[in-house]
């Protein structure tokens, strides 16, 4: 797949399907975007384009206002993974809230990319103030000599599949809901990081996860996860929180890996997350910590290694 990061670095797309939009989690919603424009591309014997940005829209107006669901390395592997020839990423700016609608299409969807075929959300949005939308690019297709395809919501049980309703569970902790509509569990990827080690002189080590402030963090809690270490899987039991017990005052990501015990510390891991076991607690020494962490490992295992094994 090519990756282009720059709008001037667009060329030698001679025709194309394109699907735009900020694919945030690239959830299944919008594989169904992508997937038509794959196939559109492969039956017409042109490339399948899909237009992304490298920052969240909303953030541009008012930096930090939306949390990411997935990083933008994340986000290319899917597309790659989907078939997809190439994914032009590139800033949300200042161009694009005050292009005019003709231009954007002029310049960027005619000129640039060549399009034949576009396929977009039915409630997708560009240019200044939001004046490009679907009906019209409906209009202007005979103009332009490309076809538009409308996409309608997908819905599971009656509920509209969005990035919205993701954030929602993410942060309300709901995380075995999440995989139903995004199609993967949500993770968070971080290096391992030196910490206080108090995990390890009381029986229970951690790997303590470095956390990107740009991405959304799972409510609060202890949770049943899966830990990516070098493309080997393991299961874990992972602490979203403070310590109160021992008077944390950050916030951290730290999990105990099941079976595991290896120096990680400067790899990259991925966290998965499966279940909220329970809240974080302040126990009135570490005694109580000990008991019920030993509890919370014993959960994993009957719940998920004893059930894989």
Same mark, same amino acid.
């Given at each position: 797949m090519e990756i282009i990061k720059s709008l001037d670095k667009i *060329?030698?797309?001679?025709?194309?399907?394109? =699907?735009i939009g900020n694919f945030d989690g690239v959830h *299944?919603?919008?594989q169904v975007l992508i997937n038509k424009t794959v196939k559109a591309a492969k039956e017409n014997g042109v490339k399948s384009v899909v237009f992304t940005f490298e920052n969240h829209p909303v953030n541009f107006f008012k930096l930090d206002t939306v949390k990411n669901i997935i990083s933008n390395e994340d986000k290319l592997k899917i597309f790659e993974s989907m078939d997809v020839d190439v994914a032009v990423i590139v800033p949300?700016?200042?161009?694009? =809230?005050?292009?005019?609608? =003709?231009?954007?299409?002029?310049d960027i969807l005619v000129d640039k990319l060549h399009a034949k075929f576009i396929i977009i959300g039915h409630d997708f949005s560009f240019a200044k103030e939001k004046m490009g939308n679907s009906k019209f690019l409906q209009s202007v297709q005979d103009k332009y000599k490309f076809d538009v395809e409308i996409v309608e919501p997908v819905m599971i049980r009656g509920k509209r599949i969005s990035s919205t309703y993701i954030r929602e569970l993410v942060?309300?902790?709901?995380?075995e809901e999440i995989k139903e509509y995004l199609g993967r569990n949500y993770k968070i990827s971080g290096e391992v990081i030196h910490s206080k080690k108090l995990g390890r002189t009381i029986g229970f080590p951690t790997a303590n996860i470095s956390m990107d402030k740009g991405m959304l963090t799972p409510d609060i809690g202890i949770y049943a996860s899966i830990v990516n270490i070098d493309k080997e899987l393991y299961f874990g039991a992972t602490n979203v929180g403070y310590n109160p017990t021992v008077n944390g005052q950050s916030l951290s990501l730290e999990t105990n890996i099941i079976d595991f015990d290896k120096d990680i510390y400067g790899k990259i891991i991925e966290v998965e997350f499966l279940e909220k076991i329970r809240d974080e607690i302040k126990f009135d020494g570490i005694e109580g910590l *000990?008991?019920?962490l030993a509890k919370d490992v014993d959960y994993v295992k009957r719940n998920y290694v004893c059930k894989i094994k």
């Open positions: *060329k030698d797309i001679s025709h194309s399907a394109v =699907t *299944k919603g919008h949300f700016d200042h161009y694009m =809230t005050t292009v005019d609608p =003709t231009a954007f299409v002029e942060s309300n902790g709901r995380v *000990k008991n019920q």
